[in-house]
T-cell receptor, first 116, second 108 residues
Framework: GAVVSQHPSWVICKSGTSVKIECRSLDFQATTMFWYRQFPKQSLMLMATSNEGSKATYEQGVEKDKFLINHASLTLSTLTVTSAHPEDSSFYIC????????????FGPGTRLTVT | GQQLNQSPQSMFIQEGEDVSMNCTSSSIFNTWLWYKQDPGEGPVLLIALYKAGELTSNGRLTAQFGITRKDSFLNISASIPSDVGIYFCGPSARQLTFGSGTQLTVLP
């Protein structure tokens, strides 16, 4: 159990366009989901925490108007990168915390975004 | 602010050797998690530690949560080629904080 999927696994888009990334918990309900970005050879940096049915909490320095997060159900959270720029190119990873669990997070396989 | 140090940054070992890596923090945490990340994939949870002093094993992996709740180590015994990857420590309070990672390379 505890499988998290992401779609798409990779995407290439042009500057100025928007890209939506989906994160789904497949076999459990997740009241809380997290979005991270990871640059090559670096650790994961938390971007935002989303709770089902409420607004996401963004980490300092992350633009909420640029990275739109929606957590519409207990199994789905989406991250939309709006007006993408080349510097937004990165590896985006989501994770989900199982409902009732205080700690353990399960990660999706990641989405490689390349903005040209 | 909170500081989290993970070491070593990278390791090159021969297949069959044991490996040890650790994390130390300037803050106290209630839980400590260890993850492994393969290239181009998301991290996979290896071991979760909940009690100070707790020693937990998962196959060839052994991890311990320090008595002070500010540190943890992960040991891998008899390394094999598929152990290659980046290992992250993840002390957790309200949310996970990731260490900088230990890149492990296993030489045949």
């Amino acid at each position: 159990g505890a499988v998290v999927s992401q779609h798409p696994s990779w995407v290439i888009c042009k500057s100025g366009t928007s890209v939506k990334i989906e994160c789904r918990s497949l076999d459990f309900q997740a009241t809380t989901m997290f979005w991270y970005r990871q640059f090559p050879k670096q650790s994961l940096m938390l971007m935002a925490t989303s709770n089902e049915g409420s607004k996401a909490t963004y980490e300092q320095g992350v633009e909420k108007d640029k990275f739109l997060i929606n957590h519409a159900s207990l199994t789905l959270s989406t991250l939309t990168v709006t007006s993408a720029h080349p510097e937004d190119s990165s590896f985006y990873i989501c994770s989900a915390r199982r409902q009732g669990s205080y700690v353990e997070q399960y990660f999706g396989p990641g989405t490689r975004l390349t903005v040209t | 602010g909170q500081q989290l140090n993970q070491s070593p940054q990278s390791m090159f070992i021969q297949e069959g050797e044991d490996v040890s890596m650790n994390c130390t923090s300037s803050s106290i945490f209630n839980t400590w998690l260890w993850y492994k990340q393969d290239p181009g994939e998301g991290p996979v949870l290896l071991i979760a530690l909940y009690k100070a002093g707790e020693l937990t094993s998962n196959g060839r992996l052994t991890a311990q949560f320090g008595i002070t709740r500010k540190d943890s180590f992960l040991n891998i015994s008899a390394s094999i080629p598929s152990d290659v990857g980046i290992y992250f420590c993840g002390p957790s309070a309200r949310q996970l904080t990731f260490g900088s990672g230990t890149q492990l390379t296993v030489l045949p």
